[in-house]
């Protein structure tokens, strides 16, 4: 099963200009002045020599720049507070009935933003005066400060001149509001300046950059600490370079912006916290959490605090709980706060969708039987599962030729998706099926329909022959 020890780093951190002295510093090839570049030195160390996995951990541990992901579709309101009921036999929020979204933060609230002016213009410069922030009884301050905390979430540094720049003035605004509550409820730091806001988050697992190798980070970190002291850096790989434009810490031209650089570089990796944060951090950031695999402080913590707790979220990230006897789902109804879309378009989500459900109408618990909180999968089963579907779906909704050729491809990736949505996860050289899997399947039937899955819809037909490989 996958751990969560990861977030109980990010212990409660400065709000103000990013890392302060706790940077790293120096070119390449020579030391800093400041003596603080052996840090980012022994880092650059540590990733290089790490495997892929603790180095994708150790980025997150240091950077803490990621999207939360949560699942799609939101709960019926009638049954969304059901800790008594178990996700294998409560509702569903079948795919049929979904309509799917492209992943990815997509819509900011504009309510009094205004236009964004570019950089270095007399009102989007770097020194224009801040934004003036709207009096805590204003009906539309709630709205504004739910918007900025959703856009951070999703986006942990947005530039005024970036992509999510729209967004900007309303961070701004309430950037006092914002820096306490992120820090009080999720021990997470922010700070904001004239042209950026970058949210330090804690370290997850699973949370890497995409393509990214050990010798990849380790020149990321090397590269930021020298451009964060205003040093001429090496050439980076294609892929830090990237990055770092994607940051805008480089532009088109290679120019640096060293401010941001600094609000960048890497800090040390965060003390630990109690079962507060370390559950609260989970339950925003992660798509489901299950009491099973709580430490007993943080169980006994989540159990005592559900209802506070989803009220809480749902004020501060307009987030609505679905409670289960299993644990805690925070949904997004906009279906926007999440980096992977589940459901979604395209090849994979849809394939993922279609393989949970096959497979919870074959493992199912009857509804007489103990819902523990995950089941074992047999292997055959996901490769017979996979190519059912493959079979009946494919070729008639135009999924990615490449997959269709390759199952073992496909079986891959697939598995993947649904491990980093939570409904599956590892278990030795097996997986198991999580009980919010069951979300996404048919209502379970009372009764097994005869000669097919426990749970099988009743009109199912006999298992098709397999082609020859």
Same mark, same amino acid.
């Given at each position: ?6 977030? /109980? #780093?990010? #212990?409660?951190?400065?709000?103000? /200009?990013?890392?302060?002295? !706790? ?13 603080? *570049? ?8 540590? +990733? ?8 994708? %951990? ?21 049954? !969304? ?15 049929? @009935? ?6 990815? *933060? ?15 213009? %007399? ?13 805590? =009884? ?9 918007? %900025? ?32 509550? +992120? ?5 997470? @730091? ?30 990321? !970190? ?6 964060? &002291? ?23 031209? #290679? ?18 916290? #109690? ?32 209802? %506070? &707790?989803?009220?809480? +979220? ?20 906009? =279906? ?10 395209? /090849? ?8 949970? &459900? ?51 491809? +496909?079986?891959? =990736? ?44 009743? @009109?199912? !037909? ?8």
């Amino acid at each position: 099963m996958e751990r969560h020890e990861y977030a /109980t #780093g990010a #212990g409660e951190a400065p709000g103000g /200009t990013g890392i302060g002295r !706790a940077g790293g510093a120096g070119r390449l090839l020579a030391p800093a002045r400041t003596g603080l *570049y052996p840090c980012a030195e022994r880092l650059a160390d540590r +990733f290089a020599q790490a495997p892929p996995e603790d180095a994708d %951990a150790l980025y997150a541990a240091v950077f803490g720049l990621y999207g939360a992901r949560h699942l799609g579709g939101a709960p019926e309101p009638s049954c !969304a507070d059901s800790p008594d009921t178990s996700w294998w036999h409560g509702p569903t929020a079948h795919p049929a @009935s979904l309509r799917a979204r492209p992943a990815g *933060y997509r819509r900011v609230r504009r309510d009094g933003a205004g236009p964004v002016e570019p950089r270095g213009t %007399a009102a989007g410069g770097r020194h224009r005066k801040p934004e003036r922030a709207p009096a805590a =009884d204003q009906p539309e301050t709630a709205a504004e400060r739910r918007a %900025a905390a959703r856009l951070l979430l999703a986006q942990p540094l947005v530039t005024a001149g970036g992509p999510h720049g729209a967004g900007f003035p309303l961070i701004r605004r309430h950037a006092g509001w914002l820096t306490a509550h +992120f820090r009080e409820l999720l021990g997470y @730091s922010l700070a904001v300046g004239p042209t950026y806001a970058r949210l330090r988050k804690a370290p997850l697992p699973g949370r890497g950059l995409p393509g990214f190798e050990p010798a990849g980070y380790a020149e990321l !970190a090397l590269g930021l600490a020298g451009l964060a &002291e205003g040093r001429e850096v090496a050439a980076f790989r294609p892929e830090v370079r990237r990055v770092l434009t994607e940051w805008q810490v480089l532009d088109a031209d #290679g120019e640096a912006d060293r401010e941001l650089a600094v609000a960048l570089a890497p800090q040390a990796e965060p003390p630990s916290v #109690g079962p507060e944060l370390t559950v609260r951090r989970l339950l925003v950031e992660t798509p489901v959490v299950l009491l099973d695999e709580l430490a007993p402080d943080e169980r006994s913590w989540l159990v005592g605090r559900q209802r %506070a &707790e989803t009220e809480l +979220f749902a004020d501060f990230l307009g987030l609505e709980a679905e409670i289960r006897a299993e644990g805690v789902a925070l949904l997004d109804p906009a =279906d926007e706060l999440t980096d992977l879309a589940l459901p979604g378009t395209g /090849t994979l989500p849809q394939a993922a969708l279609l393989l949970a &459900e096959r497979l919870v109408e074959e493992l199912r618990p009857l509804p007489e039987e103990a819902a523990p909180p995950a089941v074992l999968v047999p292997d055959a089963l996901i490769d017979g599962a996979l190519g059912d579907i493959t079979d009946e779906h494919g070729l008639r909704e135009g999924w990615e030729p490449g997959y269709l050729a390759d199952l073992t491809a +496909f079986r891959r =990736d697939a598995l993947d998706l649904l491990h980093r949505m939570g409904l599956i996860a590892p278990a030795g050289r097996n997986w198991v099926l999580r009980a919010p899997a069951a979300r996404y399947a048919p209502q379970a039937e009372l009764h097994p329909a005869p000669g097919s899955g426990r749970h099988s819809r009743p @009109s199912a !037909a006999p298992p098709r022959q397999r082609r020859p490989a």
